[in-house]
């Protein structure tokens, strides 16, 4: 039996929430949530075109919650969808002017939310911690 202490995925779950709450508060200050900050800041770090698909497989949410997120995005006038000349069924994703002038306080927040998260902790077992990451992320998808 498994000790709920000791328990991985309840730490990851603990660990999701206080990141959660984390990213809410960064965002209480701004007009979008934390999940759209995240997207915001992803999206403002991209050079190539980029599609809801990539939304989807970056934070490994299902398309309605993506068309979801990026509906809402679009309503606070973060992004617009437009089409592109080769495949009518795709939109690629167009970050807006609004967004862009919240570009500098994103990068910052989330910067410094990272700082916080991994001070102290060597690098060493950063590269463990993401290896463990990876293969649980595997053995979930198998």
Not at 41 to 61: P, S
Not at 78 to 85: I, K, M
Not at 118 to 133: G, H, L, Q, S, Y
Request: charged fraction near 35%.
């Amino acid at each position: 039996m498994i000790s709920l202490r000791q328990s991985a995925a309840r730490s990851i779950g603990r660990l999701n929430n206080q990141l959660r709450r984390r990213i809410e508060l960064l965002s209480a200050k701004k007009e979008f949530s934390g999940s759209q900050g995240r997207t915001l800041h992803f999206l403002l770090a991209q050079t190539d075109d980029v599609f809801q698909k990539d939304i989807e497989e970056e934070y490994g949410i299902r398309p309605p919650t993506a068309t979801e997120l990026l509906k809402q995005m679009e309503k606070k006038g973060l992004l617009t969808r437009e089409p592109v000349p080769y495949d009518n069924r795709l939109k690629k994703i167009v970050l807006t002017d609004k967004a862009l002038q919240y570009q500098e306080q994103v990068v910052a927040d989330l910067t410094e939310l990272e700082e916080t998260l991994t001070r102290d902790i060597p690098e060493e077992k950063m590269k463990v911690f993401f290896e463990v990451m990876r293969k649980m992320m595997d053995n979930l998808s198998a």
